[in-house]
């Protein structure tokens, strides 16, 4: 199947620090998306991106969708205790006939140091 | 509003043994997927749904897993025989019908799957 490849694979910052993840591939995406893990939780989406090229925030955070389309990146500023948890990136893909599927990296690992 | 509903959240069972997990999605939400995730191999999908109907099971791993949606409020994933390979995190999640719509999924809290 697709292969993400998501860097790094866990990172330890200092509360206060700007933090930045990226995610490869050597496929073409039309869609990446952004969700964060907290622990005992499933993923919830934090941000999505649909143009190659698009830079799109939600507060703290912003998303950018890579001019190749085969990369993203993710940053987070001013980092705080409860962006705590584990950060994923994820393409769309048609995998035929007429079925789409999210494919996900295998995460980044955020700890924040108080 | 409830978001996606799993049981149980944790099962730990024996080699061999049947195992039923259960998902209730989000009202009103068309699609209903399943995923898998463990450390060596993160999130994979297994199976998903458009109203009420499989409509890619290229994930399932093998014939022991079978996944059934009798109606728009209900699915379930079963392992028959489970086998200690299958211990893993599995989620449920549910979209609304769109094409955008489709990404924003919203997962369960996920069942933690320990075969001895």
């Known amino acids: 199947g697709q292969q993400l490849n998501q860097s790094p694979q866990s990172m330890f910052i200092q509360e206060g620090e700007d933090v930045s993840m990226n995610c490869t591939s050597s496929?073409?995406?039309?869609?990446w998306l952004w969700y964060k893990q907290d622990p005992g939780e499933g993923p919830v989406l934090l941000i999505a991106?649909?143009?190659?090229?698009e830079l799109t925030s939600n507060g703290r955070l912003t998303a950018q969708f890579g001019i190749t389309r085969k990369d993203s990146f993710l940053n987070i500023s001013a980092s705080i205790p409860s962006d705590v948890g584990i950060y994923f990136c994820?393409?769309?893909?048609?995998?035929?006939?007429?079925?789409?599927?999210?494919?996900f990296g295998k995460g980044t690992k955020l700890s924040v140091i108080p | 509003d409830a978001g996606v509903i799993q049981s149980p959240r944790h099962e730990v069972t024996e080699m061999g043994q049947e195992v039923t997990l259960r998902c209730k999605p989000i009202s009103g939400h068309d699609y209903l997927f399943w995923y898998r995730q463990t450390m060596m191999r993160g999130l994979e999908l297994l199976i998903y749904f458009n109203n009420n109907v499989p409509i890619d099971d290229s994930g399932m791993p093998e014939d022991r897993f079978s996944a059934k949606m009798p109606n728009a409020s209900f699915s379930t994933l079963k392992i028959q025989p489970s086998e200690p390979r299958d211990s893993a995190v599995y989620f449920c999640a549910s979209s609304r019908r769109g094409d955008r719509a489709y990404n924003e999924q919203f997962f369960g809290p996920g069942t933690r799957l320990t075969v001895l």
């Open positions: 991106l649909y143009k190659a090229g």
């Open positions: 496929s073409i995406f039309n869609t």
């Open positions: 994820a393409g769309r893909i048609y995998s035929g006939a007429g079925s789409y599927q999210l494919t």
